[in-house]
């Protein structure tokens, strides 16, 4: 049997996704101990995205293999039982074993909270960037089409990323301010490392009015990371949904399924901001 989980979690006590051989605290790690109790078995679990250091989620979706029957209800709860209080289940379906994680999403989206105002945030410290000095969306929103579509992202990939080819197609993005927030929401078929939080950086270069909303097209043709900003924070990072074909039929993420709140998709008009999106033909 296939079983498919949505999670969310606060990635800022947790050395990211991927368990890891030395003694380090990480999401999978938790996650597969708390599903292997359920199961009475040891578990391992494949994920839709791995997040790094810092990194928060409200959805992503893993999948594992069991021969243990147990309700959806039962994997839910009783997997919560077991995990810490910065991780926790939302649902559990049964799938096809045709169903990955990861092979079998069609896109992922994440979205960067940023507080822009004078004074640091304290109720949501590492859950926000801070950005002290005034962010211009407009000139941020006038430098995205540059993004969009089909590119190669090298100047947006960690030194270190692991993937075979840096190309990637961004299909929406977009940046909205809601009052002192500024948020810059993308979805892509798929990410480099670090990708999302290079652009937010880049991006805040030119909210500042430190370079021009056409530099950051030179910047993604260059093809070199050194040409772009500094990675924006991880505390501002949330991956906040995965896109699955709709036969899988998998449920909706809790944040998605109520109207409004930080992490709910933003409507076309939505938070008083400027949307951008790609041409028709990228859709």
Not at 127 to 135: D, N, Q, S, T, Y
Not at 174 to 181: Q, S, Y
């Amino acid at each position: 049997m296939r079983i498919a989980l949505g999670i969310e979690y606060d990635g800022s006590q947790f050395s990211g996704w991927q368990a890891q051989r030395h003694a380090v605290r990480t999401i999978q790690a938790c996650v597969e101990a708390a599903v292997s109790t359920v199961a009475a078995h040891p578990i391992r679990v494949q994920c839709a995205g791995r997040t790094d250091a810092g990194v928060h989620a409200c959805g992503q979706v893993v999948h594992f293999d069991t021969e243990a029957s147990r309700s959806s209800r039962s994997w839910t709860l009783g997997t919560n039982a077991n995990l810490p209080q910065d991780i926790s289940v939302c649902w559990a379906e049964a799938v096809p074993v045709a169903f990955h994680a990861r092979f079998s999403a069609v896109a992922r989206s994440y979205r960067y909270v940023i507080a822009n105002r004078a004074t640091r945030g304290a109720l949501w410290a590492n859950k926000m960037a801070w950005e002290h000095r005034p962010l211009e969306v407009d000139a941020m929103t006038r430098a995205v089409p540059h993004l969009l579509g089909e590119h190669d992202f090298t100047s947006f990939r960690a030194a270190g990323c692991q993937a075979h080819h840096a190309v990637r197609t961004i299909r929406r993005l977009r940046v909205l301010r809601d009052r002192d927030l500024v948020l810059v929401e993308v979805e892509a078929n798929g990410f480099l490392q670090h990708m999302v939080r290079n652009i937010v950086g880049t991006l805040l270069v030119i909210g500042r009015g430190e370079q021009p909303p056409e530099w950051l097209g030179r910047v993604l043709a260059a093809r070199d990371r050194s040409q772009a900003a500094m990675t924006a924070p991880p505390g501002g990072l949330y991956l906040t949904h995965v896109d699955y074909p709709g036969h899988f039929q998998l449920p909706t993420s809790v944040w998605q399924a109520h109207a409004g709140g930080l992490f709910a998709p933003v409507p076309q008009t939505g938070f008083g901001g400027i949307i951008a999106h790609p041409p028709t033909h990228d859709s």
